[in-house]
């Protein structure tokens, strides 16, 4: 008996165990709470510096149009640092490229789980795989020896540009968008494609009127998801889009994106001076976007969801 | 306590215990290896020549390790002033740049760059004057034919903004005027690529990327190499700065003499494409004034 009663009051192993899982599982957890907190933190208090510390107008650096921080305008007395160019040339590569891909990858999705889902699973999805491993730099060096030269030739001018640089981020987005794509088109239930083919749909009514209905919300996540990777991007567009601090009037004359801004000029910063405060604001309004990406995605989650 | 509580608590002591461990780690660092490992942060264009003397004089020193990093000159000259590295590279002088405190750094000049308007080979030019550069590069002048070239648009190619050898060549080439906003390239290997692919493209580069792929421009028909440089006779070319906060201590003091030494500045620093602060028969005050050696 006191045996028995020995084995209920103490802790058994396996509860021990339970506990150690937790912790680990908690310990994780809170450091990359606190990883995330305080990048956010760093990056807030920085970039806010622009506006609180050196004094600068909202307005007049999110709509001026032009760049130049280490000159001071005769005129207002406060250095060229209008935002506008590059947050326009941010959002047009990212928009474009992320125009240019949806299609490509809602054919090579459908291709993949309606029409030849065999030759799908054995050569699409590892040429997808490949390409979602191939590293920045190797988009922006191919980018650089062959797109731009193209683009020259054809448009004229030295080929970097807008064009370029949606080029390049439109193999790079693509197999993000097909691979979360065939996601969501294999999660679409059977039934629902056997349900229209048993009314007499032929297989193109079913995709189009029952399939792709059913994975809208899933392919919007997945556009979102493919502009967020765009956004973000520096190296590959840096190498293409010319990093011309201008307001883009042509998709074939340099532009800059807000990426490309910020690689090029922190090195060339001292740290606490207002020309390296500028590119801590360009980086928050960076992180900022990256938010409003997720809330978009989560917001279309609840939205769309499947009933 | 519940379950769930305890793993909270263990938890917590886990991310107390790391945070403490790093804390302590911070503060028990090792200290006394800064005496023996010598930290140099700042301008990639200055980067090579360091690294590779450091690496010679590592072998030469046992026990010492001179440690290279870039970065950019401007954060080699604030982690300098800020006494975080040992060593801040720069291709400007320190009172050149905004937000360094200038008075509490020694300059080491440690070897001299030249820089050369870099053209496109089909651009039909070989010498342009200044007054044609500045007008260039102001926007003025846009076709190649308005300076006795080819009936070609003008390309302009930048080095970004802050990067010492755009700063040398608009404070010597264009007369102090700054470019107008135009393409930028992180790099000089990326520039002269670009320059030797771009028809109607014109940038500039240290001497040491100047290659048959492009042509390098006479400036006011003087030929930019190294001899019109060391005479003082082009007028396009920077010193390479080491900067320390205050006098160098011993360790660092004896690296910067080695630096200097006529061993390096005979055999690595022309290898690497700079000119040797002895070949220099003139110095340059950071005004720009010029005095015979």
Known sequence: MDNITKKLMQRSESTRKDTIGRAISMTALILIAIVVVSIFVFVLSRG???????????????????????VTDPATKKPYI??????LGSFLVTFLSAIVATPFAIGTALFMTEIAQKRGAKIMQPIVELLVGIPSVVYGFIGLTVVVPVIRTIAGGSGFGILSGTIVLFVMILPTITSMTVDTLKSVPRHYRESALA?????????YKVVLRAATPGILTAIVFGMA?????????????????????????????????????????????LQNDVLWTLAMILLIMSLVFNLIVRAIGRRGAMK | ???????????????????????????????????????????????????????????????????????GTGTGLSQVSQGAVDLGNSDVFAEEKEGIKASQLVDHRVAVVGIAPLLNKDNG??????AQLKAIFTGKITNWQEVGGKNL???????????????????????????????EQDSSGMVRSIVATTPGAISYAAFGYIDSSVVAASVNGIKPNNQNVATGKYAIWSYEHVYTKGRPNAQVGKFLKYLTSTKIQSTLVPKLGYISIHDMKISRSVNGQVVEK
């Open chain 2, 153 to 183: 648009d003008i390309v302009i190619i930048n080095r970004a903004t802050g990067s010492g050898t755009r700063a040398t060549f608009e404070k010597w080439a264009l007369g102090g005027a700054e470019s107008i906003s135009a393409q």
């Open chain 1, 199 to 207: 009314i007499g749909a032929t297989r193109w009514q079913m995709i």
């Open chain 2, 125 to 130: 030019v070989k010498n342009l004057s200044t």
């Open chain 2, 1 to 71: 306590m519940s379950k769930s509580h305890r793993g909270a608590v263990i938890s917590s002591i886990v991310v107390v215990a790391i945070v403490a461990a790093l804390g302590t780690a911070y503060a028990t660092r090792d200290k006394s290896a800064s005496g023996t490992s010598i930290t140099a942060v700042g301008s990639t264009a200055l980067q090579p020549l360091v690294e590779a003397a450091g690496e010679e004089y590592a072998k030469e020193n046992l026990g010492i390790f001179i440690n290279v990093q870039g970065g």
């Open chain 1, 82 to 87: 209008g935002a506008l160019p590059m947050i």
């Open chain 1, 229 to 273: 990777r765009a956004f973000g991007e520096a190296l590959a567009v840096q190498m293409v889009i010319g990093n011309a601090a201008l307001m883009p009037h042509s998709l074939t004359t340099p532009a800059s994106t807000l990426t490309s801004v910020l690689t090029m000029g922190i090195g060339n910063t001292v740290m606490g001076s």
């Open chain 1, 48 to 70: 806010l510096s622009t506006f609180y510390k050196d004094g600068v107008n909202v307005k007049y650096f999110l709509f001026g149009t032009t760049w130049n921080p280490s």
